[in-house]
């Protein structure tokens, strides 16, 4: 078995966990796991860890995410897509650009989301979207996440009641509570009515492969190593020396910039070898990949 990262295409109508168990099948590899969990109506990137590589699923976790996803207005739900219980807010209006332009640009920045209730964030140590199958209510803890930019999709036309948008963002972002709120903003009610995860940091579209195209064969030709997702970690090159220490988990003192916390360490050779912490100028092992 060879470590590393897949960069996986979901098709909507499967969950992130049914992806991992389709991998470890027909991989027949037991150590797979997600990096958070995509919503199953939607698709789009979703990297799956291999082996040791499921050591910096945390990291790939804290990427940022772009997504195309498509908004109807005049209608809402209790799951904020199509898929839970539909209202009609509204039939009568008209959209424009100039309208839906300076609603969008409200949502730039640093913005607060209360989650949706049909979501697995957990509350008092049960997922959400437990509590809205049982039909009751829970108060949500508000949460803040940026919106790096979001714009309306050039080329998509407006339709009566739709339009696209693209969104970069920070994790923990919920695009179904964007369109929502995007909706109230107008006055009019709205929720997601198709999503596609376009990016996850390196990730994208075109470097991405279709579940039905992997094999037990060909699986290592699309394998990204595990520190592909570590770009923004400062990279450090060790003695051997030094690299023998850090392998028997022995912090050693080493010329580092000690205005960062974390590190991704190197030997000559430039062969991954661990991530490390600053521990009072010393690199300390956190996780050691050989």
């Not at 699309?222 to 392998?247: G, R, S």
């Amino acid at each position: 078995m060879k470590d590393g990262i897949l960069n996986i295409l979901k098709p909507a109508n499967m969950t992130s966990h049914q992806v991992v168990a389709h991998v470890r099948r027909k991989l027949k590899i037991k150590k797979v796991g997600h990096t958070g969990t995509l919503d199953p109506n939607a698709m789009g990137i979703l990297p799956i860890c291999i082996g040791r590589a499921t050591r910096v699923s945390e990291y790939v976790m804290d990427l940022n995410k772009k997504y195309r996803a498509e908004i109807t207005f005049g209608i809402s739900s209790d799951t904020g897509d199509l898929y839970g219980d539909i209202e009609v807010l509204a039939n009568d209006f008209t959209l424009n650009s100039t309208t839906l332009n300076t609603s969008i640009n409200k949502f730039k920045g640093k913005i607060t989301q209360i989650p949706p209730m049909a979501s697995a964030i957990k509350v008092a140590g049960k997922k959400l979207y437990e509590y809205h199958r049982q039909g009751k209510d829970v108060e949500i803890p508000k949460r803040e996440v940026n919106i790096y930019d979001i714009s309306l999709v050039n080329g998509f036309p407006i339709g009566s009641k739709t339009c696209y948008i693209d969104v970069h963002c920070s994790k923990g972002t919920y695009i179904r509570t964007l369109c929502q709120d995007i909706g109230k903003d107008l006055k009019l009610g709205a929720l997601m009515s198709y999503l596609i995860r376009t990016e996850v940091g390196p990730f994208n579209l075109d470097n991405s492969i279709f579940l039905d195209d992997l094999t037990e064969e060909n699986y290592t030709d699309f394998l990204y190593p595990a520190d592909f997702v570590l770009y923004k970690l400062t990279k450090v090159i060790l003695t051997d020396k030094e690299v023998f220490q850090i392998k028997n988990g022995v912090s050693v003192l080493h010329p580092i910039n000690n205005d960062d916390d974390i590190y991704r360490v190197y030997d000559k050779e430039d062969n991954f070898v661990a991530i490390c912490t600053n521990n009072k100028g010393k690199l300390k092992p956190q996780k050691v990949f050989i």
